[in-house]
């Protein structure tokens, strides 16, 4: 429960002035930034700056446009390695370790694809992932092992919806090559201790893939706290434009690994039977990249540095707390997850007693409120905890109390439309 | 909050205490229906009489309620039907809820199903709402493929009372 302090901290939002889309619709209430996140006027300014004043193909050029659409790029990994903690002894960003892809789902599929070699995966080897990854987490290892003989091990959650250390060491043994594991779960919004299974792959010789889509937008993230060796995220869930992910690595994996994608401006030199690979990260970023789309994202994380990232996470942390707890205080709503609401990172997953989550997705829309209701694309964690189906709620540090109110006000419609008054 | 009037009295009514929503006991042909994206399954059977028209409608499955409500709706229609004209109802439903058919005369036709109409600006419930209609459209069409109707009819009343295989 919040103090009558902490609720009056998240009655009103300072931040939703900065969103064009909220902004010009304060009747919308948006309860869907798991799914994706609004952006702020300084992106969209950006996206368009880039095209008016230093748009160049990066990378090739020699004069002094495509110089700068180039160090715009730059410019952006460096503070995109600085956001995560991917910084050398003396601070200075490894700028270089920040691979530009489409999304996040693109990062793990480039990973899938190019880490079994290094690891040299083959039958009787196990892929360890957990049963809340999303179907992105899932699938691409699905294929590795199909291919390669290798075993799908799934770590499972407790009645706590925790992943215990029990499971980590039974499950993580001397045949797991690769451990890849979300941060955060895009259905339940609990928070795996990703740092304790990554020391427990580490110490099977096992590299650690972080799915960061989820936590890079709510936490802190040091990735050298998390002990990973890989981590994916996706701008369009922090504020930055749709059609860009980042895949951090260490210099000597992503060295390791083989190309991805290939063609132009991942190559040094080609000729008629062979090519030589460009360093690191350009190896990973065939063709040409969405220079316009990086340097938005530069300008959404420089909105969020600007506005403090451990204020924001403070107030997303009360604002999940609340809505938790409101949607809890309901007796015909069932909260699928923990029912502590400081457990919750940005998601809540819930159900209305009797009521179809598509039907009640439906008439929360007739009152301007939007949440995403499905299979999150989890299915087998829906499976697993006896769900065809749930409803989602998540908020951002743009989101108010009036918002989950709202919210709170649509579900008892949902209810009487069902039951009536 | 103003709730459009899809989610009315009748539809929830429909929904919630559907008339035709039981296991049938001796089905001419049942055919199963799945939308994956939501969950929504039902299995759908029918009996057909003597002269070839549906003697008797019914569903069993789970789903929203747009699915439920659909599939009941669709039940009563389809009673007294024969197959070509429950064909026909089905192609009228699914113009209707693409937005393709909006002449209140002709949607008629499908009595209480019409009040589904507004699925056409609901993009993403279509599939819900044609689930059922989807479904018996298949069995018909799939029954209708084999050369003597009456001949397979009496074969799956002679041999098979298990009511959940697919149309062959």
Same mark, same amino acid.
């Given at each position: 429960?919040?103090?009558?302090?902490? !609720?009056?901290?998240?009655?009103?939002?300072? @931040?939703?002035?900065?969103?064009? !889309?909220?902004?010009?619709? /304060? &009747?919308?209430?948006? !309860?869907?930034?798991?799914?994706?996140?609004?952006? /702020?006027?300084?992106?969209?300014?950006?996206?368009?700056?880039?095209?008016?004043?230093?748009?160049?193909? /990066?990378?090739?050029?020699? @004069?002094?446009?495509?110089?700068?659409?180039?160090?715009?790029i730059e410019a952006a990994r460096?503070?995109?390695?600085?956001?995560?903690?991917?910084?050398?002894?003396?601070?200075?960003?490894?700028?270089?370790?920040?691979?530009?892809?489409?999304?996040?789902?693109?990062?793990?599929?480039?990973?899938?694809?190019?880490?079994?070699?290094?690891?040299?995966?083959?039958?009787?080897?196990?892929?360890?992932?957990?049963?809340?990854?999303? =179907?992105?987490?899932?699938?691409?290892?699905?294929?590795?092992?199909?291919?390669?003989?290798?075993?799908?091990?799934?770590?499972r959650l407790d009645d706590d919806f925790t992943i215990t250390q029990d499971e980590v060491e039974a499950k993580i043994g001397p045949a797991a090559k690769i451990v890849s594991v979300t941060h955060v779960s895009n259905v339940l919004g609990v928070e795996n201790d990703v740092a304790a299974i990554a020391a427990r792959a580490h110490q099977m010789g096992a590299k650690m893939v972080v799915d960061g889509a989820q936590s890079v937008p709510h936490l802190s993230?040091?990735?050298?706290?998390?002990?990973?060796?890989?981590?994916?995220?996706?701008? =369009?869930?922090?504020?930055?434009?749709?059609?860009?992910?980042?895949?951090?690595?260490?210099?000597?994996? !992503?060295?390791?690994?083989?190309?991805?994608?290939?063609?132009?401006?991942?190559?040094?030199?080609?000729?008629?039977?062979?090519?030589?690979?460009? /360093?690191?990260?350009?190896?990973? &970023?065939?063709?040409?990249?969405?220079?316009?789309?990086? @340097?938005?994202?530069?300008?959404?994380?420089? @909105?969020?540095?600007? =506005?403090?990232?451990?204020a924001l996470e403070t107030r997303e942390h009360l604002l999940a707390t609340y809505l938790t707890d409101q949607l809890a205080a309901l007796d015909f709503v069932h909260v699928i997850g923990p029912a502590d609401g400081a457990r919750h990172v940005g998601a809540v997953a819930f159900n209305v007693e009797g009521v179809h989550p598509h039907d009640v997705a439906s008439i929360l829309d007739m009152g301007n409120v939007c949440i995403r209701a499905g299979h999150h694309c989890a299915q087998p964690l829906l499976a697993y905890l006896g769900e065809s189906s749930t409803c989602r709620a998540s908020i951002a540090f743009y989101n108010d109390k009036q918002d989950i109110d709202a919210l709170v006000e649509g579900l008892k419609t949902v209810w009487q439309v069902f039951n009536g008054s | 909050m103003a709730v459009n009037p899809l989610y009315n009295a009748q539809f929830i009514d429909h929904a919630q205490h559907p008339d035709y929503k039981y296991q049938m006991d001796d089905p001419t042909m049942s055919h199963e229906g799945v939308n994956p994206s939501c969950g929504d399954e039902l299995t759908f059977s029918v009996r057909l009489a003597e002269d070839?028209?549906?003697?008797? $409608?019914?569903?069993?499955?789970?789903?929203c309620a747009i699915s439920q409500a659909s599939a009941d709706m669709m039940s009563d229609l389809m009673v007294d039907k024969t197959p070509a004209e429950a064909i026909e109802l089905c192609e009228l439903f699914k113009r209707m809820i693409r937005g393709e058919e909006t002449d209140?005369?002709?949607?008629?036709?499908?009595?209480?199903? $019409?009040?589904?109409?507004?699925? $056409?600006?609901?993009?993403?419930?279509?599939?819900?709402?044609?689930?059922?209609?989807?479904t018996l459209q298949e069995m018909l069409e799939a029954h209708g493929a084999t050369a003597s109707m009456t001949a397979t009819v009496s074969a799956a009343c002679d041999h098979d009372h298990s009511h959940d295989g697919e149309v062959g």
């Open positions: 429960m919040l103090t009558p302090e902490q !609720l009056r901290d998240i009655t009103e939002s300072p @931040y939703k002035a900065d969103f064009p !889309l909220l902004a010009k619709h /304060p &009747e919308i209430v948006f !309860l869907d930034s798991a799914a994706t996140a609004q952006r /702020p006027a300084c992106v969209l300014d950006a996206e368009r700056t880039f095209y008016e004043t230093m748009n160049a193909n /990066p990378l090739r050029g020699l @004069y002094r446009l495509s110089v700068e659409a180039t160090e715009s460096a503070r995109i390695a600085s956001f995560i903690g991917a910084v050398d002894g003396t601070g200075k960003p490894q700028a270089s370790q920040i691979v530009f892809t489409r999304n996040a789902s693109e990062s793990l599929n480039l990973v899938a694809r190019t880490l079994p070699q290094v690891v040299g995966l083959g039958p009787g080897d196990d892929v360890v992932i957990s049963i809340m990854e999303h =179907h992105s987490n899932i699938i691409p290892w699905q294929q590795v092992c199909a291919a390669t003989g290798a075993n799908l091990v799934y770590l993230i040091d990735v050298k706290a998390l002990g990973c060796d890989l981590l994916a995220f996706s701008a =369009h869930k922090m504020g930055g434009p749709m059609g860009i992910g980042v895949l951090w690595g260490t210099s000597e994996l !992503l060295d390791a690994m083989p190309p991805f994608l290939t063609g132009g401006e991942m190559i040094d030199s080609v000729t008629e039977t062979s090519a030589v690979w460009a /360093p690191v990260p350009q190896k990973f &970023e065939a063709g040409t990249q969405d220079a316009a789309g990086s @340097y938005a994202f530069d300008a959404a994380l420089a @909105y969020l540095q600007d =506005h403090d990232m451990a | 070839g028209t549906i003697e008797e $409608a019914a569903f069993v499955g789970s789903g209140d005369a002709v949607l008629e036709q499908l009595d209480e199903a $019409a009040m589904l109409r507004d699925i $056409a600006h609901m993009p993403a419930r279509v599939k819900c709402a044609e689930l059922a209609w989807r």
